[in-house]
Protein backbone atom coordinates (compact mmCIF):
# COMPACT_ATOMS: atom_id res chain seq x y z
CA UNK A 1 0.00 0.00 0.00
CA UNK A 2 1.11 3.75 -1.04
CA UNK A 3 0.23 7.23 0.32
CA UNK A 4 0.98 9.98 -2.15
CA UNK A 5 -0.01 13.32 -1.55
CA UNK A 6 -2.22 15.31 -4.18
CA UNK A 7 -3.68 18.57 -4.54
CA UNK A 8 -7.28 18.13 -6.30
CA UNK A 9 -8.47 21.22 -8.02
CA UNK A 10 -11.90 20.42 -9.20
CA UNK A 11 -11.14 18.87 -12.57
CA UNK A 12 -7.22 17.50 -11.82
CA UNK A 13 -5.07 15.63 -9.31
CA UNK A 14 -1.66 17.19 -9.00
CA UNK A 15 0.84 14.62 -7.48
CA UNK A 16 2.83 16.32 -4.53
CA UNK A 17 5.16 13.69 -5.07
CA UNK A 18 6.51 10.66 -7.66
CA UNK A 19 4.46 7.67 -7.65
CA UNK A 20 7.00 5.23 -6.95
CA UNK A 21 5.36 2.01 -9.06
CA UNK A 22 4.96 1.33 -12.95
CA UNK A 23 2.54 -1.27 -12.43
CA UNK A 24 -1.40 -1.10 -12.35
CA UNK A 25 -2.50 -1.00 -9.18
CA UNK A 26 -6.08 -0.18 -7.84
CA UNK A 27 -6.57 2.76 -6.38
CA UNK A 28 -8.58 4.43 -3.28
CA UNK A 29 -8.89 8.42 -3.17
CA UNK A 30 -9.72 9.76 0.04
CA UNK A 31 -10.54 13.31 0.21
CA UNK A 32 -8.96 14.75 3.94
CA UNK A 33 -9.88 18.20 4.19
CA UNK A 34 -10.42 21.42 1.79
CA UNK A 35 -7.65 23.98 1.16
CA UNK A 36 -7.81 27.43 0.21
CA UNK A 37 -6.33 29.27 -2.78
CA UNK A 38 -4.00 30.62 -0.20
CA UNK A 39 -3.18 27.62 1.35
CA UNK A 40 -2.12 25.95 -1.52
CA UNK A 41 0.07 28.85 -2.36
CA UNK A 42 1.56 28.63 1.07
CA UNK A 43 2.36 24.84 0.48
CA UNK A 44 4.29 26.26 -2.92
CA UNK A 45 6.39 29.15 -0.87
CA UNK A 46 7.24 26.94 2.04
CA UNK A 47 8.86 23.36 0.00
CA UNK A 48 10.95 26.33 -1.09
CA UNK A 49 12.08 28.18 2.36
CA UNK A 50 15.39 27.51 3.33
CA UNK A 51 16.71 27.08 -0.43
CA UNK A 52 18.52 30.68 0.13
CA UNK A 53 21.01 31.33 2.50
CA UNK A 54 21.52 34.92 4.63
CA UNK A 55 24.04 36.05 1.94
CA UNK A 56 21.77 35.34 -1.00
CA UNK A 57 19.18 37.37 0.79
CA UNK A 58 21.21 40.28 1.94
CA UNK A 59 21.70 40.85 -1.86
CA UNK A 60 18.54 40.61 -2.86
CA UNK A 61 17.75 43.52 -0.29
CA UNK A 62 20.19 45.35 -1.57
CA UNK A 63 19.36 45.42 -5.03
CA UNK A 64 15.56 45.37 -3.98
CA UNK A 65 16.70 48.87 -1.86
CA UNK A 66 18.74 50.34 -5.04
CA UNK A 67 15.85 50.31 -7.05
CA UNK A 68 12.91 51.40 -4.50
CA UNK A 69 12.86 55.04 -6.59
CA UNK A 70 13.18 53.15 -10.05
CA UNK A 71 10.08 54.67 -11.74
CA UNK A 72 9.54 57.20 -9.36
CA UNK A 73 8.84 60.51 -11.77
CA UNK A 74 8.40 58.62 -14.62
CA UNK A 75 5.57 58.02 -17.26
Same mark, same amino acid.
Given at each position: ??? /????? =???? +???? &???????????? /?????? /? =?? %??? %??? %????? +??????? =?? &???? &? /??? $???? +?? $????
Amino acid at each position: MYE /IKAIY =DGNN +FKLE &EPIPIKEKYEVI /IIFTKP /I =DN %KGI %KKQ %KILKH +FGVWNNE =DV &ENIN &E /IVN $ARVN +FF $ANRR
